[in-house]
């Protein structure tokens, strides 16, 4: 069983920066990809980024690329999300997801992941 804790959510100006980060509480390192998603009042569950198991590869929403920056610490399991130029419209909780794969085929899909945190408010003020 995995468990993923996130933290780094907050109020933020537009055009600012927040660092969100992800735990993933196993004894050995995850040999799987996290991803984040984010999920606005009223809108579905959106992917923002994932990266790969060795954190060789990432991967982007369109909407987030050039702005947005995941990465990930295998020694802490913990994945990262940077957040730069951040939009009112960004506003949303920001969900942390993983599966413990090394396939990387779907990875954009909320039904892909088997472990999911329960998320962290991020809040962007015009």
């Known amino acids: 069983q995995v468990q993923l804790v996130e933290s780094g959510g907050g109020l933020v100006q537009a055009g600012g920066s927040l660092r969100l980060s992800c735990a993933a509480s196993?004894?050995?390192?995850?040999?799987?990809?996290m991803g984040w998603f984010r999920q606005a009042p009223g809108k579905k569950r959106e992917f923002v980024a994932a990266?790969?198991?060795?954190?060789?590869?990432?991967y982007y929403g369109d909407s987030v690329k050039a702005r947005f920056t995941i990465a990930k610490d295998n020694a802490k399991n913990t994945a990262y999300l940077h957040m730069n130029s951040l939009k009112p419209e960004e506003t949303a909780v920001y969900f942390c997801?993983?599966?413990?794969?090394?396939?990387?085929?779907?990875?954009?899909?909320?039904?892909?992941?088997?472990?999911w945190g329960q998320g962290t408010q991020v809040v962007v003020s015009a």
């Open positions: 990266i790969n198991w060795s954190g060789a590869s990432q």
């Open positions: 997801a993983a599966r413990l794969s090394t396939t990387t085929a779907l990875l954009s899909t909320g039904e892909y992941y088997d472990y």
């Open positions: 196993v004894g050995t390192p995850l040999m799987g990809v």
